[in-house]
């Protein structure tokens, strides 16, 4: 994600970034849910 965003920033199309930027946060909540219930499962 932080290459795609680089790229979008480069060639200035900012209507992408925000989209990518979306998305990241989204992968990241996701991710940390999932490492949060994890720790709980494994005990």
Do not use: D, P, R
């Not at 900012?14 to 990241?28: K, N, R, T, V």
């Not at 991710?31 to 709980?40: D, G, L, R, S, T």
């Amino acid at each position: 994600m932080s290459l795609l965003i680089l790229g979008s920033c480069s060639i200035e199309n900012w209507s992408a970034i925000e989209a990518q930027l979306l998305h990241a946060f989204y992968l990241m909540a996701i991710y940390w849910f999932w490492e949060k219930n994890q720790a709980k499962a494994t005990g």
